[in-house]
């Protein structure tokens, strides 16, 4: 039976069930239930804290996980990304008191305040950066350096208006582009189970991404069309029962549906129709 890790709580719990009912995996009902089997999938789910599930996967203890990369750095546990879920992006940067650093080279000899010491020690090492010291601290560190517990914070970054209120500026490269990732352990032989779960999991995310068009187009413009709905490998072309008329299905990105129908439309394509895709395998 595969065992896989789904986060219990935070922004990233609903997104990650969510995401793994859609590929066709039971989930729970009810939030305090911390292990769910699935019978039909032969899966078994264990509901863990987003911080530990990298350390169980890591340790063979489970077969994979979902968790963030932000988290599976920072726990330096001994397990890899294998699929970038797209949910729970986050951007982590540096923050100082406005005009005090300008790169990350000068934080040599500093204190650091971050949640995340396992990342920021090893991005600071990466950078070959030898830091004072980097202090652990829960929750929000923006008032670290105003309590003199810190000279930089290392944080999740969104607009930095919380930042620009405490009196601090971002500075420097990112330190980190994170998102929700499915892991496994490092070096783990493949099974057929988990790259079953990979495969049902590209499908959601296509899903997601793209939408199904069809249209009916005069033969004579047809390769206009096909140039704006190129899909993923190529259109399907049919005739129409009216003489000099086709019909074209093709696979398109969701967030640019719009503006293709617009263009369509345009060079005489008619009856433009859009659907969903709710799953797939390519």
């Given at each position: 039976?595969?065992?896989?890790?789904?986060?219990?709580?935070?922004?990233?719990?609903?997104?990650?069930?969510?995401?793994?009912?859609?590929?066709?995996?039971?989930?729970?009902?009810?939030?305090?239930?911390?292990?769910?089997?699935?019978?039909?999938?032969?899966?078994?789910?264990?509901?863990?804290?987003?911080?530990?599930?990298?350390?169980?996967?890591?340790?063979?203890?489970?077969?994979?996980?979902?968790?963030?990369?932000?988290?599976?750095?920072?726990?330096?546990?001994?397990?890899?990304?294998?699929?970038?879920?797209?949910?729970?992006?986050?951007?982590f940067r540096w923050a100082a008191?406005?005009?005090?650093?300008?790169?990350?080279?000068?934080?040599?000899?500093?204190?650091?305040?971050?949640?995340?010491?396992?990342?920021?020690?090893?991005?600071?090492?990466?950078?070959?950066?030898e830091a004072e010291s980097v202090?652990?601290?829960?929750?929000?560190?923006?008032?670290?350096?105003?309590?003199?517990?810190?000279?930089?914070?290392?944080?999740?970054?969104?607009?930095?208006?919380?930042?620009?209120?405490?009196?601090?500026?971002?500075?420097?490269?990112?330190?980190?582009?994170?998102?929700?990732?499915?892991?496994?352990?490092?070096?783990?032989?493949?099974?057929?189970?988990?790259?079953?779960?990979?495969?049902?999991?590209?499908?959601?995310?296509?899903?997601?991404?793209?939408?199904?068009?069809?249209?009916?187009?005069?033969?004579?413009?047809?390769?206009?069309?096909?140039?704006?709905?190129?899909?993923?490998?190529?259109?399907?072309?049919?005739?129409?029962?009216?003489?000099?008329?086709?019909?074209?299905?093709?696979?398109?990105?969701?967030?640019?549906?719009?503006?293709?129908?617009?263009?369509?439309?345009?060079?005489?394509?008619?009856?433009?129709?859009?659907?969903?895709?709710?799953?797939?395998?390519?």
């Amino acid at each position: 039976m595969l065992r896989i890790a789904v986060p219990n709580k935070g922004s990233l719990s609903e997104p990650a069930s969510a995401m793994l009912h859609e590929a066709g995996y039971r989930q729970r009902s009810n939030s305090k239930e911390l292990v769910l089997v699935d019978p039909d999938n032969n899966v078994e789910f264990f509901f863990l804290r987003p911080r530990d599930i990298a350390v169980y996967v890591g340790s063979g203890r489970l077969d994979a996980g979902i968790t963030g990369r932000d988290l599976l750095l920072d726990s330096g546990a001994d397990a890899e990304e294998v699929l970038e879920l797209g949910l729970a992006r986050a951007t982590f940067r540096w923050a100082a008191p406005v005009g005090r650093f300008s790169t990350v080279k000068e934080l040599a000899g500093t204190r650091i305040a971050s949640s995340y010491v396992g990342l920021v020690e090893r991005y600071l090492a990466e950078q070959g950066v030898e830091a004072e010291s980097v202090v652990k601290l829960d929750g929000a560190v923006e008032t670290a350096i105003q309590l003199g517990v810190a000279d930089v914070i290392a944080d999740v970054v969104e607009t930095g208006t919380t930042l620009r209120q405490a009196g601090l500026e971002i500075f420097g490269e990112p330190i980190l582009e994170s998102e929700a990732v499915l892991i496994r352990r490092t070096g783990s032989e493949p099974s057929r189970e988990v790259e079953q779960l990979v495969r049902r999991l590209q499908g959601v995310l296509v899903a997601r991404r793209y939408v199904m068009m069809d249209y009916d187009i005069r033969v004579e413009r047809v390769e206009q069309a096909v140039a704006l709905t190129p899909g993923l490998e190529s259109p399907t072309v049919s005739p129409l029962h009216n003489e000099g008329w086709v019909a074209v299905r093709s696979m398109v990105p969701r967030r640019d549906a719009q503006r293709i129908m617009d263009d369509l439309w345009e060079i005489g394509a008619r009856a433009i129709l859009v659907t969903g895709i709710h799953a797939c395998r390519l």
